[in-house]
């Protein structure tokens, strides 16, 4: 038999919180009936290391209550095997809705970073954007809308559009300079110079398939209407690199000829 603060040190629980404990009736210690102390038993220890297991287990002290509520109902061996088994599945349950409400945040914040990056602008517009957005389009969308213009082969070799990669964001750092930069005559030094490191990026986003390359381009333009299909990418930006890019490999081409 042990005293609470016995139990405490063994724990690492503060007598306060065994206390509170049997507060919520999830411990049930006996009394000293000399003193009206409490007596813990092995039992209780045994419960005591449960409920520290379920809250490791991120079940809160109200399901750890009902848990036990549940598990009393019927306390053969099979009833508990049953009770804990259906628990933990709730918990997995749980944290799997969880896991997706992180990730979805997760990817929001990194849309607005790329969102900063690219442009160099806060722009709470966009922003907003992103969370409508990020409400109403899932993955699924996303490979549909390729589908129409690629086949499966060609959407595997396609850039995610994740800001959580890398690549992704290695773009968005040299979109920034593009639109920095947008003022430039195409056949400045400073345009050539991203003209070549665009053409860098898309040889190994694309692994050297120029025709895929292409297709991926157009299917980004902006609409007729001048919508951005793709962020960041709006006529302007997309007029001044088709005219970097093209001067870039007609100089390239000239040159191969001398």
Known sequence: MYNVGDVSEMTGLS?????????????????????????????????????????????????????????????????????????IKRQIDTLSREEERINKLKYLLQSMLYAIEATGEVNHDHFETFIKELTRVNKDDKYHYR???????????????????????????????????????????????????????ANKMFHGDEQLADKYWDS???????????????VKVMEYIDKIVTRYLQEKEESSYD
């Open 147 to 201: 589908s129409k213009t690629f086949t499966d082969k060609e959407i595997s070799q396609l850039p995610s559009g994740d800001p959580n990669d890398p690549s992704i964001m290695e773009w968005a750092t040299l979109l920034r300079e593009i639109r920095q930069n947008i003022g430039e005559h195409p056949n400045s030094s400073k345009s050539q110079k991203l003209a070549k490191r665009i053409i860098d990026y």
């Open 15 to 87: 007598i306060k919180t065994l206390h509170y404990y049997e507060k919520l009736g999830l411990l049930k210690p006996k009394r000293e009936p000399r003193n009206g102390y409490r007596i813990y038993e092995d039992h209780d220890l045994l419960k005591l290391q449960e409920i520290m297991i379920l809250k490791k287990m991120g079940f809160t002290l109200t399901e750890v209550k009902q848990f036990y509520q549940q598990q009393d109902i019927d306390n053969t061996e099979n009833r508990k095997e049953q009770v804990w088994s259906t628990a």
């Open 220 to 234: 980004i333009r902006p609409t007729t209407d001048g919508k951005e299909k793709l962020y960041g990418m709006d």
